[in-house]
């Protein structure tokens, strides 16, 4: 733990040019007078730190220090900083923070500003402080190995209660969900975790299963020819770039202005449906069509009632 706290102070001073004392402190969850023991140690390993008194004193390194800059190539930093800084738009995670510190320090200026040029928000639009403290607790109890309950509220609004073997974190879209064993069902199921309410960590330990996550399991569930159903849909020419967007250009017939696509039947896609309004109009199969109908005459009439 002292190790990794001297490696990552060394890298924050590489970075800024000078840092409190209590600053450090507050970081590393340690006092002031660890932080000075700790620059006792750089200074007796031969890195060349400087500790200032006063209003505008702090720690510094002498001008010019560097690091073997060999271990990873100017690309690999780059491509790593930006995954990190992706990242920490969702959860809060110390040790990434620190990660992205290492890495800014080693980074000369002209990556520093190739770093700046990409920056992928995953965060939601608007305030989201209870979205970022689900996710950082669900990573938590994940690598504690610690379960999870919560209540959870599906499409047709039935809420269970669940106790959760959290084994991953997915951001499926612009989605995010947690994927692991639910002790209810006795197998593994995908939750959206914008559905689960009063999110706890329990301390009870579990195991971790054996899941190949690289076969994306959850994608396999999702496209089970089970649930499965075959559409044909048409739609106006003036929404084709959303249908594109949408559907996948792949799947659209611009000569005939049809969509075929096999999507899993559930309540969703009724609703992805309707979300087209009259722009998108359902072929086959029938039985489709005719939900799809009865839903949109349950939305006329809400509105006709006074």
């Not at 896609?269 to 349950?298: D, M, N």
């Amino acid at each position: 733990m002292k190790l990794e706290r001297l490696l990552t102070m060394t890298m924050i001073l590489i970075n800024r040019k000078k840092v409190k004392a209590q600053e450090l402190a507050d970081l590393f969850n340690v006092s002031v007078r660890t932080i000075y023991r700790d620059i006792e140690t750089l200074s007796c390993a031969g890195v060349p730190v400087m500790s200032q008194q006063g209003v505008n004193g702090g720690i510094s390194l002498i001008d010019g220090y560097r690091v073997d800059k060999q271990v990873l190539t100017k690309e690999e930093l780059a491509s790593l900083s930006i995954a990190i800084k992706s990242a920490l738009t969702t959860y809060e995670d110390s040790h990434a923070k620190a990660v992205l510190e290492k890495l800014t320090g080693i980074a000369d200026e002209k990556m520093k500003q190739s770093i700046d040029q990409l920056f992928i928000d995953l965060s939601p639009w608007g305030p989201n402080v209870i979205f970022k403290d689900q996710i950082t607790l669900l990573k938590k109890a994940i690598e504690h190995t610690h379960c999870v309950s919560f209540s959870y509220s599906t499409t047709h609004g039935r809420i269970t209660n669940r106790l959760l073997e959290p084994h991953t974190l997915v951001q499926k879209g612009k989605v995010w969900y947690v994927y692991g064993y639910c002790t209810w069902r006795e197998d593994f199921r995908f939750f959206k975790i914008s559905r689960m309410k009063n999110l706890k960590e329990e301390m009870t330990t579990f195991q971790r299963k054996e899941v190949n996550l690289s076969e994306l399991p959850w994608d396999k569930k999702w496209h089970d020819p089970q649930n499965v159903v075959n559409l044909t849909l048409s739609f106006d020419a003036a929404i084709t770039t959303l249908v594109e967007e949408s559907f996948g250009a792949e799947h659209v017939d611009h000569e005939s202005s049809t969509i075929n696509i096999s999507l899993p039947e559930d309540e969703w896609l009724y609703g992805f449906l309707l979300s087209f309004g009259h722009r998108v109009k359902v072929l086959e199969p029938p039985h489709i069509s005719e939900i799809v109908q009865k839903r949109a005459l349950e939305i006329v009439q809400l509105y006709k009632e006074k």
